[in-house]
């Protein structure tokens, strides 16, 4: 019977995509529109103090495309906070302008693989993994997978070892991408409608491209991954949103 | 032939998951959002003292992500019942405030390989769970599922001795799960679009992770499972939900 | 090569499911309320009188979940009747407060199975079945099915003595439940974007799922069925919509 | 290799599927309706001129179903033609009433199969037959399909010879039919979702369902066909709009 | 282990599918649709001189049927242009006319396999092909594709070498249409859901048909091609637009 390989749990994560509602923040008044950048700066202020504190990250991107303009991603020890807080989003006055596009609920997810003779619970590196501040690298990337389970390839069915094997040949080609690429990778499994999200950045947005070209050729992706909607946009800081919704 | 095992059928059940159309609730005057979460909360206690009575139970949540805001979760003894619950729901002054998400209709389910050595007519035990008391565990978790029939791994065509070797194996893997997740299966094949629905209580959020990843290698899974889309929550009462909506 | 079963054609279908929208409908004025209700009860006093007349036959069913609220099933010699039916409908006041949910355009179809012996185009039985009186019963259950035509399970394939024989089989699990549950077949290749619709009736609500959960065992069912979306509800009387829309 | 047949390709046609607005219809004023009917008569006079002079061909049609209530079928020597004519018939009064539900863009084909031991290019019946009058026969049927190209079934690696005996096959089933069903196939490879467009046209409905129920057990059919959407309704002249809009 | 062949990125290329809201355009005075008119007339004459000084290219679309009546093209050197671009659009008044209705993020890729003999950074032809001026042909082709990877047909399991040669003789077909077609290749994987974007450019609309179906029998269509929706129509200039929109 292959056997489950444990994995270790970190923060937790919403990624929101919305897209702006531009007939409507057209409408607006100007003293509205004011409020509702207002109001999300102060937001986003907070949530980088809990950021600082070590208690959560936050990043903002704008992406491209018409699948979403925005993304808020936020991490918390607890999945209640992150309700909390999109639920405060949902009231602000900036959210009547921006329509729901998309979202991942998912857990920050290391696997005992990368544990090996670490002790995962009061290893530093291992420990910030878990709970990570984002990178404020300039680009990012986001799309959910899944592991194929069906009569011929199924992730489920092969051994752990050979499991294993895949994920270490998988490893190295991500390895090539050292200074070019960051993971974060979180799982989904009884929480999304996907079984992991990946969350990549880079400096370069061709990076992006590259990482993912060479990797298809990787055994583990050629069988068993079916990936779902691809995302792509820019690190913003709060400061920017002005300039992105300025008539 | 393949033969189908005998179910025995409980309490029906209606899922009803909701968005929050929160420009409605904001362009709603003070006295409409009173009289909607006053009007709720009255419902609320009916379904409540429907429940002391033995006569159904309710569960309401929060949930997070995109997909839905609330669940409203009843189980009645009849399906009339429920038809008619969702109708006076659906008349109510909050209701003109939900945008619905998703709904599943089902029966609670058991099976006859939970019954050995039981009268399941007469069984307390057994009679307890057809009409089970919703847990007031402190978080949700809702799936839908099939089994497959494609032309390898066809659930309708294997044996029952082996169909019940692998609910056997899959029930071993949900027992250590004692104490931590509680689940409740619904049947609803011939009542709504998925052949099963799974709703599950945990304590910690985690748990539902830690269970439907370790499940996911149990070969009757690993094989035969085919998953609708996750829905994650909390626990609210409905005195939660004035805070949940105040502006 | 397999041959094609000879069919046998009755009466066109249409199946209109229908959702309220009941914030429009709360928005209207008593007098636009009594207007569409007082209409729909003369538009349905005249299609009972048509089914008097043995000229068509007409149910009216409140469904339960999200899918649909409402159900209009009418039967009819031709096709061309059924769409002015349907034209005249949505011109009714309460087509104002009704959203289009899912519709079904078949015809009744009998196999040649099921003449054995007998002249199709004079039997009184089967005549009878060819342009039936809906069934007065409780409560209903539609939902439209393919047959598979994959590369290993492939219906069009097989021989015309195989697909008998597997349906004489699958007859037999029918007719366990003589008395519990009535069913009409409903041809719709050529028609609609499935290949046969299946409207059930019964008088308890369960025997609905144990049906059809028993039929999924069958040969047939589990090697050849591609099952569509399942609506359920209870019938109704013309009167009894006056409750179901009363605020 | 298999190796692709000669194809011909005649007029450009534009398939227009529209449902009716029923309720901004109702609050147009009087004037609005008889201005919209007007010009939409007006619109299909030129068509029809057009028709006349043999420089394209245009059909009306009222479809049954939620589906789509009218369709617009033209055909014409340029797609350009057919872009101006969409673009004319969306700025028209009518149009501001009419959503649109599905359309489909091809060209009519005929393949070398049919054009044994002529000249397509000159012979009279084979250039009729790619420049088609639509027939004005009482009912229509509408439907898109593809070639399998799975795994065991892929019509693409069939060995020509073998595609001529298949579609040879195939096209004695739709002889028996002669005089009962026409059809017209139009390619849309490149052009719309779907590889062909098929309209047939009947006097009586239930030819359709006897026609490609027989067909399903075609081999080409029953191996290599994948179909899309079907759509059902009866020819209309212009003046038959007026009634069918009537308030 | 199969290996990824080099690829060389050009331009990122954004191309934006929008459908007209006539309804609204018609309500909208004649003075806010001059300025509609005026300002995008203004931006297209801005990306007009982008493309004169080899910083990008622009290409302006009507197309046929009801997925979409517009595209917008645009070729930069960095994708943050293109989303700069693209909210600078999204700002104007035009667009407050216009719903999104497809768009697709990817940069023009070119494989090694085109590369043979030359230096890929240095070569004039290459590089321009990296860095293209939008044909002013006629008609336009847009699809999407993927590479099939299931358990028979996967290309990620496939040897560079056996890619390469049935690459080759893919593009054997391709050249027998040498100024009929010319077509870009975009790489989307990483960016967007499908894994390329082909775009094609034509002077006789049936030459889409004729290549795309000559080429779905070349055997590396025929097992490994998954294609997305189809979209066409005519390359139009920015006074053009004037007439299409014209009431």
Redesign the interface.
């Known amino acids: 019977?292959?056997?489950?390989v444990e994995?270790f749990?970190g923060w937790?994560c919403?990624h929101?995509f919305r897209k702006?509602d531009?007939?409507a923040w057209?409408l607006a008044s100007q003293e509205e529109r004011d409020q509702a950048l207002n109001e999300f700066n102060e937001l986003m202020q907070g949530w980088e103090e809990i950021e600082s504190n070590r208690e959560g990250s936050v990043g903002f991107y704008?992406?491209?495309?018409?699948?979403a303009?925005l993304l808020i991603m936020n991490l918390r020890p607890?999945?209640?906070e992150?309700?909390d807080l999109?639920?405060a989003f949902?009231?602000t006055k900036l959210?009547?302008f921006l329509i729901?596009?998309?979202?991942?609920?998912s857990?920050v997810e290391l696997s005992a693989y990368m544990a090996k003779g670490k002790d995962p619970d009061t290893d530093p590196e291992f420990q910030a993994r878990l709970k990570p501040v984002l990178p404020k690298w300039e680009?990012i990337?986001f799309?959910p997978m899944d592991r194929k389970?069906?009569?011929?390839?199924?992730w489920?069915?092969e051994e752990k070892d050979e499991r294993g094997r895949l994920m270490y040949e998988h490893g190295m080609t991500g390895r090539k991408y050292a200074g070019k690429v960051r993971q974060i990778i979180t799982?989904?499994?009884?929480?999304?409608?996907w079984e992991w999200g990946v969350t990549?950045y880079a400096h370069e947005?061709?990076q992006?491209?590259?990482?993912?070209?060479?990797m298809?050729?990787d055994?583990v992706?050629?069988?068993f991954?079916d990936f779902g909607?691809?995302f792509?946009?820019?690190r913003k800081t709060k400061e920017d949103l002005n300039q992105?919704m300025a008539?």
Chains 1, 2, 3, 4, 5 share one sequence.
Request: charge should be negative; hydrophobic fraction near 40%; glycine fraction near 4%.
């Open positions: 019977m292959p056997e489950a994995t749990d937790y919403l929101d702006v531009w007939n057209k704008q992406m491209i495309g018409q699948k303009d607890t999945m209640d992150l309700t999109e639920t949902n009231k959210a009547e729901p596009a998309y979202s991942f609920v857990v680009h990337c799309y389970k069906d009569a011929v390839n199924n489920f069915m799982g989904s499994i009884g929480f999304d409608d990549l947005m061709i992006f491209k590259k990482l993912i070209y060479e298809r050729f055994e992706s050629a069988r991954a909607e691809f792509i946009g820019h992105i008539l």
